[in-house]
């Protein structure tokens, strides 16, 4: 989810001058952080547009050192994707899950060992949302 198609920076932004300072370099040990994330450019839109030719899912990690993660990464698909609450799989090993394709901007939790195609979300091969529909 995070730097795919939420804005994890806008979540920083959104905290307090303190928690920044806190959590400086950790900020997804921040309480409540996830809640504030907004959508990336394109991101809602794209899913929209894929779940009516893929049978999409959200994988995301959340922080083992803060628990408001995850109920907050399920608040946020409820609220921006309330028809698809069902489909957010919480975990630090995305190589278990099964599936054509992973959008994902990072190769850690398993992603470089995933058994589909990576998309890198974020590179020069995938630098948008818009790269990633023309591929699919």
Known sequence: ??????DFES?????SEEERETYAEKYSRCPGIFSKM????GGIEAV???KDKYDVYFLSAPNWENSSSWSDK???IKCYFPDMEKRLILSHNKNLNHGDYLIDDRLKYGAEDFPGKHIHFGTEA??????V????
């Open 38 to 41: 907004k959508p990336l450019p």
């Open 74 to 76: 399920v608040d946020w």
């Open 48 to 50: 929209n547009t894929l």
């Open 133 to 136: 529909l023309d591929y699919l």
């Open 11 to 15: 979540g920083i932004l959104a905290i």
């Open 126 to 131: 995938f630098p948008n949302w818009e790269s």
């Open 1 to 6: 989810m995070d730097g795919v198609i939420v």
